[in-house]
């Protein structure tokens, strides 16, 4: 079983920031791209930024300049340091990556369980 953990949410004030932190362990032979998806009240879940192998970044157009994904491959850990947060950052905060369990296997796609990050006004 692959197990994500995230950590790190919180309430904040608009203008601070916050490091949200997604490790993964279990039984893991490989790990793709990582990422962070959030789901604010009432909507869907998006996309925040992803993380590839290669250290290959993407961000969606509403955190770019302001939040920055890293990862660190050994630690199989994934980070997200949010910075100028605003009350439109409130959500719940999912980490995902794709997983390969053994040689030779599929990707699967795992999730984390979501940390909630609170930005009030």
């Known amino acids: 079983q692959v197990q994500l953990v995230e950590s790190g949410g919180g309430l904040v004030q608009a203008g601070e920031s916050l490091r949200l932190s997604c490790a993964a362990s279990g039984s893991i032979y490989m790990i793709g791209i990582m990422g962070w998806y959030r789901q604010a009240p009432g909507k869907q879940r998006e996309l925040v930024a992803t993380?590839?192998?290669?250290?290959?970044?993407h961000y969606a157009d509403s955190v770019k300049g302001r939040f920055t994904i890293s990862r660190d491959t050994a630690e199989r850990t994934v980070y997200l340091v949010m910075n100028s947060l605003n009350p439109e950052d409130t959500g719940v905060y999912f980490c995902y990556a794709r997983v390969v369990t053994m040689p030779a296997a599929a990707y699967s796609i795992q999730w984390g369980p979501g940390t909630l990050v609170t930005v009030s006004s």
């Open positions: 993380i590839t192998s290669d250290q290959t970044t």
